[in-house]
């Protein structure tokens, strides 16, 4: 199946290099560009892409705003494709706020063209772009930014079973399915099992949002290992 993609930023030059990189592999499909947010949602609308590349800073209307447009969308709009943050630095406090928007994560300007090319196929599969090591460095820099845990995540947590916690608890540590299923003694399918539980549980959409649940919570905290 073709990977419908649209790239939204405010340089005309990313936007064509990107688009001749990711248009010359046979299975994903370049379907709209757009130099602002405001036009970037609306692309979107009319395009209904499954991942829009989205660069964080942008006149009119930044990438942030577009995410939460995008990811939350108004009554009758049924489409939400998965949002795929760009971003020049490696630690940004708006590509903290994509993620609890719901962004499927980040992904570097400068990445070398085949992290660019994974990146769009691994979201499009439905998995966040975070590597365990970048997920524990971003979302604890930020977590130490935060206020005390919230309410709200607190008493959903409650519902998780003790394994389920448990696995969450890991994931918001940095760990892989492989390191988690290693350190429980688990397969790596039941992981798997778990996290979809979890995901089904919190009402949340991928790996990402499940590390900022975790913080938010309480369950840990910054500078836990």
């Known amino acids: 199946m073709t990977i419908r993609v649209i790239i ?3 340089q005309a030059m990313v936007r064509a290099g990107f688009a001749a990189l990711l248009s010359a592999q046979s299975d994903i499909d370049v379907v709209g560009e757009a130099p602002d947010g405001k036009q970037g ?8 892409p499954d991942v829009v590349l989205m660069d964080v800073r942008m006149p009119e209307m930044d990438g942030l705003e577009a995410a939460r447009q995008l ?3 108004p009554a009758g709009v049924v489409h939400r494709p998965k949002v795929l943050m760009l971003t020049t630095f490696d630690v940004d406090d708006y590509v903290y706020e994509a993620l609890r928007a719901g962004a499927s994560g980040f992904l570097l300007k400068d990445a070398p063209p085949a992290d660019l090319i994974s990146a769009v196929r691994v979201v499009a599969a439905g998995e966040a ?3 365990p090591s ?3 460095r971003l979302i604890a820099d930020f977590a130490q930014q935060r206020p005390a845990p919230r309410t709200g995540p607190r008493l959903r947590l409650a519902g998780l079973t ?3 916690t448990e696995v969450l608890e890991l994931i918001a540590r940095g760990l892989s399915n492989a390191e988690i299923a290693q350190t429980l003694v688990l397969a790596e399918q039941t992981v798997k099992t778990h996290i979809g539980r979890v995901l089904s549980k919190l ?3 991928d790996r990402a949002q499940l590390v900022i ?7 840990v905290a910054p500078g836990d290992r």
């Not at 949602?41 to 209904?48: E, G, I, L, W």
């Not at 649940?213 to 369950?219: D, K, N, Q, V």
Request: charged share 25%.
């Open 8 to 10: 939204v930023d405010d």
């Open 213 to 219: 649940f975790a913080y938010e919570s309480g369950l």
């Open 203 to 205: 009402a949340l959409r």
């Open 129 to 131: 772009l975070l590597a």
């Open 162 to 164: 003790p394994r389920e």
């Open 71 to 73: 990811l939350d969308p």
């Open 134 to 136: 970048v997920t524990r």
């Open 41 to 48: 949602v609306q692309v979107s609308r009319s395009t209904h």
